[in-house]
């Protein structure tokens, strides 16, 4: 074939796989037939990719093999299990540590008591802030500025 009949040819393969797709299962078949499409030899297996997937096969089993857990490993791992079991049980809250967390606790609610807002304090905030000059600004459309009223 020539590049211009191939390219041709592509261009229809390609209109035809989208009108396959729009086709239900009895116009495929018959697509198909029209066509000669034998799907069965495409996907045939070659003596070289069988190779292929055999190669692959035993490489995949050798790193399974290479992973494996040996006794040793297994050991360590028991090892460094109980390492943390340990750790874990020495940070255990004990009574005594119980109580000074609850005596911290208090201590902290009494100084947020002591911050707390009285109507005495909130009266002298308000006449402080009314004390304060306040500015009003408008903004002026004629020279596009903000400016401060007196």
Known sequence: MKTT????????FKKLSALRATLSNEERDILDNLIGVEEVAAHKLTSKAASKAASKASDKAAEVAAHKMTSKA??????????KAAEVAAHKMTSAAVGK?????SDKAAEVAAHKMTSKAS????????????????????????????
Do not use: H, M
């Open 5 to 12: 009949q191939k390219q041709a040819s592509a261009r229809v």
């Open 74 to 83: 297994v050991s360590k791992a028991a090892s460094k299990a109980s390492d």
């Open 101 to 105: 967390a609850a005596s911290k606790a």
């Open 123 to 150: 009266d002298k905030a308000v006449s402080k802030a009314a004390d304060k000059t306040s500015f009003r600004v408008a903004f002026d459309p004629t020279i596009e500025e903000y400016k401060i009223q007196d």
